[in-house]
C-alpha cells in the first residue's frame, strides 16, 4: 500500500487479503490447523511454494494481518510476529548470533534485554560490549574491531537518549555487521530506521503498536532473506502470537496515528512544565532543546514521542511519596497505553536489576518513567501539580 500515507496504512493494510463472508474486520482465526483436500496443493504450501496455512505455530491468517500491517508502516519487505516484545527480542538474537560472535551494544538498554546481554549470550561464549549511549566515537571504535551484530535502542528505555541511527548503521555495514534496532519507544508513527540504514527493526507490540495494555506481543521487520531466519527460528521454538491478541493488536493499531499525536503533544507539554517544578532535577525528552539528542531527534524523528523520564530530589524516597498522590496516571509496569502510566525503572523498566547495576547504565533510583496518555494536558497538568504540592516543603532543603 505505498501509495497511502502511514495513518491510512495502520487502518488498512494487511486487511483486504484476510476478509472473508463480507466481513468489515479481520476476523480471529482460531483453528490450530489447516487442511487441503488436494495433495498438491497442501505441499506447495507447507513447503513454502505457495502462500497459505498449515499450522497455526508456524501462520494465522489473523496474525498475517498484523505482520503485514507494521511492515508497511516500517516499509520493510517481510515481518514476522512473536508471542511479546522479549520473545521478538531474544529470537532475533538468536536467530543469527553464535558462540564466539562478538555484539557491540549500548549500557541503558530495556532491563529485559540488558539481561540477555549480561547473563544469557556470555553463558553461551558470546562476547558483549557495552558502549556509553550516545558516545558514538566510542561506539564507531568497537564496532571497527569486528562484531557480528549492532544492537541498537533509539530512544532508550528508560532514560531517552538518542543514537544517530544512520551512523552507526554505517559503522556496522563497514565491518559486514547486522545492525538491528529496538524501536518501541518512538514507533512507526515517530521513527523509520530501516529508512536509515538499519537491517531489523523490532518492537513491543505490547506498547504504542496496541495501544490499550490487553494484549501482548512482538513483531520483527526487515528484508526477506534476514526475516525468513527470524520466522525459523520462531517457527521452531515456537513463540507464537496467540491470534486472539493479533486481533487485539490489529484493532489497536487502527488509532496508532489518532492516539500518538496526542500523545506526542501531550508528552512534550509535560515535559516543559516539569522544568519549572523545583523538585525535579533533570527532565529527559528528545523534544526539549536542552536533551543533549535533541539535534539528532530532528534528524531522525518525526515526532518526539509520548514517552519522558525525570529524576527528583531526594530519590527513591520522593519517588514513593509522590506517585501515590497522582489521581490520573496509573503506576503500572508498561507504557504506550492510551492512559497515563507512571512508575520508576527500580519498579518496571529495570526491577530485575540492582541498584549498582542501574547506576552503571545512568538510571538513577530517582527517576520516573512518565508514559504520556491522550487524557486532556490541562488534567495532566493539574494532577502533577496537587501531587507536588503534597510533599513536604522541607524536604527539599535537605
Not at 66 to 72: G, H, I, L, Q, T
Request: hydrophobic share 40%; net charge negative; glycine share 10%.
Amino acid at each position: 500500500m505505498t501509495e497511502f500515507k502511514p495513518a491510512t496504512k495502520a487502518l488498512w493494510s494487511g486487511e483486504k487479503e484476510q476478509l472473508s463472508y463480507g466481513a468489515t474486520q479481520v476476523p480471529v482465526v482460531h483453528s490450530v490447523s489447516f487442511g487441503y483436500d488436494d495433495m498438491d496443493e497442501w505441499n506447495a504450501i507447507a513447503t513454502g511454494k505457495q502462500e497459505g496455512h498449515v499450522y497455526g505455530r508456524n501462520t494465522n491468517p489473523t496474525t498475517q494481518a498484523f505482520e503485514d500491517k507494521v511492515k508497511d508502516l516500517e516499509g520493510a519487505e517481510a515481518a514476522t510476529a512473536f508471542a511479546t516484545g522479549m520473545a521478538a527480542i531474544s529470537g532475533t538474537l538468536n536467530a543469527f548470533v553464535r558462540p564466539g560472535d562478538r555484539v557491540v551494544t549500548v549500557k541503558d538498554t530495556y532491563g529485559g534485554t540488558n539481561k540477555i546481554f549480561t547473563e544469557f549470550l556470555p553463558n553461551t561464549g558470546v562476547e558483549v560490549v557495552f558502549c556509553e549511549t550516545g558516545d558514538h566515537e566510542e561506539m564507531e571504535r568497537e564496532i571497527a574491531k569486528g562484531c557480528k551484530l549492532v544492537y541498537l535502542e533509539s530512544p532508550t528505555n528508560p532514560t531517552l537518549k538518542l543514537i544517530d541511527i544512520e551512523r552507526m548503521a554505517k559503522a556496522g555495514h563497514d565491518v559486514g555487521a547486522l545492525v538491528v534496532i529496538d524501536g518501541t519507544f518512538a514507533s512507526p508513527v515517530n521513527q523509520n530506521p530501516l529508512d536509515f540504514g538499519v537491517d531489523i527493526v523490532l518492537h513491543s507490540a505490547t506498547k504504542y503498536l496496541g495501544g490499550h495494555s490487553d494484549a501482548l506481543g512482538g513483531i520483527v521487520c526487515g528484508p526477506h532473506h534476514l526475516i525468513d531466519q527470524v520466522y525459523h527460528y520462531r517457527e521452531i521454538n515456537g513463540a507464537t502470537l496467540n491470534p486472539q491478541a493479533a486481533y487485539f493488536l490489529l484493532r489497536g493499531m487502527k488509532t496508532l496515528h489518532l492516539r500518538l499525536e496526542r500523545q506526542n503533544q501531550n508528552a512534550m507539554q509535560v515535559a516543559k512544565y516539569l522544568q519549572s517544578v523545583e523538585w525535579v532535577e533533570d527532565v529527559f525528552y528528545p523534544g526539549l532543546e536542552s536533551h543533549t539528542g535533541h539535534d539528532i531527534a530532528k534528524k531522525q524523528m518525526k515526532g518526539f514521542g509520548g514517552m519522558l523520564s525525570f529524576s527528583v530530589k531526594g530519590g527513591l524516597d520522593t519517588v514513593y511519596q509522590l506517585l501515590p498522590h497522582l489521581k490520573l496516571a496509573k503506576r503500572a509496569a508498561s507504557l504506550g497505553c492510551v492512559q497515563t502510566i507512571v512508575g520508576p525503572p527500580a519498579l518496571t523498566s529495570h526491577v530485575e536489576c540492582t541498584p549498582e547495576e542501574r547506576a552503571a547504565m545512568g538510571i538513577p533510583e530517582g527517576l520516573i518513567r512518565y508514559s504520556a496518555g491522550i487524557e486532556d494536558i490541562d488534567d495532566l497538568i493539574q494532577d502533577l501539580e496537587q501531587a507536588f504540592a503534597k510533599l513536604p516543603k522541607e524536604a527539599l532543603s535537605k
